[in-house]
């Protein structure tokens, strides 16, 4: 048996897996990785902790295989997207703190380009918005004392977080991306799926501090980490990595993966589709075909549990399924901790709770955040319903929060559709290893890759009628937010 590495940098963890030719994760390691909120919407990770979390995951994954590790014939990447990084392109050193896709102090830039926003949306795919990298890699620019010297001395590098981790793993010899990566930057043509001098020079970025771009199944060169050197074959934003961990690669396919935030992505195929307040982005891109998705983005998942817990409310996950059956009484909760993401794009707003009285208990918040949750995924499918077109019919749920049962039942219920967990909540992790494979020659297309196991089954409980009450209420509460919640 071969055994694939697979790596996946997320916002919380360092993973690394061992993806087998049956197309099955065998295998896995995670270690922390420390989140800094040093402000206000400061969002951030110190790039030093990004290498060493995702090295030590991997060093220790390869402790535990054991002989499967002799077996290792290629590596897969997949990281989170829109975090930004500028270093030293002499010595690596990082010229500031690696700003998280959470991150907003981009915000103050984005006033200055808002009557581009047709241009930038027509080309990315994306909106203008605070979350995606050049806004953030500005802010670097002007406010990081020295910097502005180094670039014009041509000692300056940057690139999101894959890009980072291959420049360090080659020990210089790779500055590359792919095309789900780089649509982040607010920089890449998304037809032409290489950076837009247009957009270049809008944003004043220098094309020479910019990764080269790839497509997702590539040679990314040899890595270099420990005594492991072993090629990388593939390199994938981490929710499109998941597209393809839980199967879903033929058009109208579409699947949620919670974690730190919640993606909703939904496959086009080879056709580039946009709908207003959703995301065309692309799914994946290989020498042979470029295959795109529609995605929506809610900001904030695993950071409502996260606030949960740190307020007191619940003092672990595993209470959230009986708090969920022990709620009485509906409350509506806005979880806009990062603002609102798709399709309301709202960066300013705060998180609302509404619908409180004497009557209201802990378990009555701890549902009121769930439901919150699944009501932004249902905003979002609600655009889809709109075309005819894209009527989709069931949807597959990963992520490290797709365990909570809860969640998933009441996702079904909002959403009016059957809702199936995925065998694996590591559908990123695992997506990242089967696109390797494709790589080195394992399979001979995405196409081919094994189908995964299917999971649980959840089944809406909810009337229509009732279900739509429901929501009436929801969108009152979200109107509340609009008109309360914004800061300056």
């Known amino acids: 048996m071969k055994y694939i590495l697979s790596v996946d940098q997320g916002s919380t963890h360092s993973k690394a897996g061992l993806v087998d030719e049956k197309g099955e994760l065998v295998q896995s390691v995670s270690v922390p990785l420390r989140t800094f909120r040093t402000r206000p919407f400061w969002v951030e990770h110190r790039p030093e902790e990004l290498i060493k979390s995702q090295n030590q995951a991997i060093q220790s994954l390869l ?48 006033e200055k380009y808002s009557g581009f926003g047709r241009l930038i949306r027509n080309k990315t795919g994306l909106l203008l918005s605070p979350h995606y990298a050049v806004l953030k890699l500005r802010w670097i620019l002007k406010n990081v004392k020295g910097i502005r010297e180094k670039l014009e001395k041509g000692k300056v590098l940057c690139g999101t977080v894959n890009s980072f981790l291959i420049w360090h793993w080659t020990r210089g010899d790779v500055h590359a991306t ?102 065309s982005s692309v799914g994946w891109s290989t020498p042979e075909e470029k295959v795109y998705a529609l995605e929506g983005t809610v900001n904030s998942v695993g950071t409502v549990f996260d606030w949960l817990k740190k307020t007191g409310i619940i003092s672990s996950p595993t209470e959230i399924n009986q708090m969920i059956r022990a709620s009485r ?49 249902k905003d979002v499918n609600e655009v889809l319903r709109k075309d005819k077109n894209f009527n989709i019919q069931n949807i597959q749920a990963s992520g490290g929060i797709s365990h909570i049962d809860g969640l998933l039942q009441i996702q079904s219920d909002w959403l009016g559709i059957p809702v199936r967990r995925s065998n694996t909540s590591e559908g990123t992790l695992l ?5 390797a494979g494709v790589g080195c020659g394992i399979w ?35 109107r509340s937010v609009r008109e309360f919640g914004l800061w300056e």
Request: proline share 5%.
């Open 431 to 435: 997506g990242a290893g089967l696109l």
């Open 63 to 110: 402790q535990k295989s054991g002989k499967r590790g002799g077996r290792i014939i290629a590596m897969g990447l997949a990281s989170q997207r829109s975090t930004i990084i500028v270093w030293e392109k002499d010595t690596g050193k990082p010229l500031a703190p690696a700003l998280s896709w959470q991150d907003l102090r981009g915000s103050v830039e984005v």
């Open 329 to 377: 009484h509906r409350s509506y909760l806005v979880p806009a901790l990062a603002g609102l993401g798709t399709p309301h794009w709202l960066k300013k707003v705060q998180m609302g709770v509404l619908g409180l009285g004497p009557w209201t208990t802990k378990a009555d918040l701890v549902r009121a955040a769930v439901e919150g949750i699944a009501f932004l995924v």
């Open 178 to 279: 792919d095309p789900t990566h780089a649509a982040r930057m607010l920089l890449m043509d998304l037809k032409t799926q290489d950076w837009d001098s247009q957009l270049l020079g809008l944003f004043k970025i220098p094309k020479s501090i910019l990764p080269s771009i790839q497509t997702s199944v590539s040679d990314f060169g040899s890595i270099k980490i420990g005594r492991l050197k072993i090629s990388l074959k593939a390199c994938i934003g981490d929710q499109q990595s998941a597209l393809v961990g839980l199967g879903a690669i033929s058009k109208k396919d579409a699947i949620i993966n919670y974690g730190t935030g919640g993606f909703f992505l939904m496959n086009t195929g080879k056709n580039l589709v946009r709908l207003p307040g959703l995301l």
């Open 444 to 478: 001979k297309s995405v196409y081919k890759i094994p189908k995964p196991k299917k999971g649980k089954l959840f089944l809406p409980n909810l009337s229509k009628k009732e279900r739509d009450k429901i929501y009436q209420g929801w969108k009152k509460a979200l």
